[in-house]
């Protein structure tokens, strides 16, 4: 089993940063990817950002150059800086995994959640 366990969601002004961290930890082999998703209030979760093992990346077009994913396989965690936060970025943000565990099977995981709120 493998949890994820997301940190840095919080309170900030129209313009502002914040940096999301996930760390993943359990019985792991290897991370294929990791991301992060998003949910406001009567909308569906969406994509934000994915990262793969070979770092590649991928992002929603509304995040695009505000965004950055990034890795530390080291230490199994994934990072989301944030910057010109706009209000339409407020929701829940949720860290997945795609974990390939010791004896070669894939699972995916999804943490608990981290708010975010932007303030006009």
């Known amino acids: 089993q493998v949890q994820l366990v997301e940190s840095g969601g919080g309170l900030v002004q129209a313009g502002g940063s914040l940096r999301l961290s996930c760390a993943a930890s359990?019985?792991?082999?290897?991370?294929?990817?990791m991301g992060w998703y998003r949910q406001a209030p009567g909308k569906q979760r969406e994509l934000v950002a994915h990262?793969?093992?070979?770092?590649?990346?991928n992002y929603a077009d509304s995040v695009k150059g505000r965004f950055t994913i990034s890795r530390d396989g080291a230490k199994n965690t994934v990072y989301l800086q944030m910057n010109s936060l706009k209000p339409e970025d407020t929701a829940v943000y949720y860290c997945?995994?795609?974990?390939?565990?010791?004896?070669?099977?894939?699972?995916?995981?999804w943490g608990q959640g981290t708010q975010v709120t932007v303030s006009s």
């Open positions: 997945n995994a795609d974990v390939l565990a010791r004896v070669g099977e894939l699972y995916t995981y």
């Open positions: 990262i793969t093992k070979w770092d590649s990346t």
């Open positions: 359990g019985s792991i082999f290897s991370i294929n990817a």
